[in-house]
């Protein structure tokens, strides 16, 4: 029953390094989702991937980049981390648009630390 | 685009009482789509209710209700005979025509005493 599932659940990094953070769903859903939670803020979407092949920006594209592998993997690449990027990263995934009831479902998060 | 707006930063609440989260949102899509997510401090993300736009009944699920009041744009989570398990953050989210995209508020604090 693992849903979707991130790897790694924390990480530390230096300014300017570069990172994938990778991110599976087994419940063979189309779309898939990468937001940013920031303290005392809710999530912001970074990018999303409606459905296989294709890839749009959210509210907050800057520094990152994605790339769906397939229907089950959807990941987030950061090529210069900046202090900014620190954050806990979400992953999610949803059967269809927000017109049915099928809500995203979302893994347990990445806690990204850039000094 | 929508905006989602949880003017309650905390919130408290005794045991076994019910407690009203508030929600308004503004969108300019003409469909569009409601959610409440709850995030205990281990972190998760956990669905809880949806309320369709043209849904004519408030959405329930067990202890959640959604107060839907269009006219008004607000979605308030309405939490009855709260639980210890109850304290978290809670986050109103909304989706319109863009695909799947999800506009979350700020949160609400919720803490449950006993």
């Known amino acids: 029953n693992a849903g979707v599932t991130q790897t790694p659940k924390f990480q530390v990094l230096k300014t300017g390094q570069s990172m994938t953070l990778q991110c599976a769903q087994d419940?063979?859903?189309?779309?898939m989702y990468w937001y940013r939670q920031d303290p005392g803020m809710g999530l912001r979407l970074i990018y999303y991937?409606?459905?296989?092949?294709?890839?749009d920006k959210g509210e907050v594209p800057n520094g990152y980049n994605v790339s769906r592998l397939n229907k089950r993997e959807f990941s987030l690449r950061l090529e210069s981390a900046a202090p900014s990027q620190t954050s806990v990263y979400f992953c999610?995934?949803?059967?269809?648009?927000?017109?049915?009831?099928?809500?995203?479902?979302f893994g347990d998060g990445t806690r990204l630390s850039i000094l | 685009a929508q905006k989602i707006t949880q003017t309650q930063p905390g919130m408290f609440v005794q045991e076994k009482e019910a407690v009203t989260l508030d929600c308004t949102y503004d969108?300019?899509?003409?469909?569009?789509?409601l959610f409440w997510y709850k995030q205990p401090s281990s972190g998760e993300m956990i669905f809880l209710i949806y309320?369709?736009?043209?849904?004519?009944q408030n959405a329930t699920e067990g202890r959640y209700s959604l107060n839907f009041q269009k006219a008004r744009k607000s979605a308030n989570l309405v939490i009855s005979a709260s639980q210890l398990g109850d304290s978290a953050m809670y986050f109103c989210?909304?989706?319109?025509?863009?695909?799947?995209?999800?506009?979350f508020g700020q949160g609400t604090i919720l803490t449950v005493h006993p």
């Open positions: 999610a995934s949803s059967d269809v648009g927000v017109f049915s009831n099928q809500p995203q479902h």
């Open positions: 419940m063979n859903h189309n779309s």
């Open positions: 991937s409606a459905s296989e092949g294709t890839t």
């Open positions: 969108t300019s899509d003409p469909s569009y789509g």
């Open positions: 309320q369709g736009s043209y849904d004519q």
């Open positions: 989210a909304a989706g319109g025509t863009s695909y799947g995209k999800l506009t």
